[in-house]
């Protein structure tokens, strides 16, 4: 299986809720991790692009 195309500044829906209540992420870094930041409450963290793929629901695209 290939590995999922996403890019820096896209925003990703997640399946559960972070507790503050948001689902929406903005991808601040790929590769072999990813990089995540909460769009409610600024909250940074890192997933492994296995476990990114796995608890994600839907990406919203860029335009550009």
Known sequence: ?????VRVGEVARMKKE???GSFEWEIT?????????????????MLSREDFERRLKD???VSG
Not at 29 to 45: H, V, Y
């Open 18 to 20: 972070h507790p503050c």
């Open 59 to 61: 990406i919203r695209k």
């Open 29 to 45: 870094r790929t590769g072999a991790d990813i990089g995540l930041k909460c769009l409610k409450c600024g909250r940074k963290i």
């Open 1 to 5: 299986m290939s590995p999922l195309e």
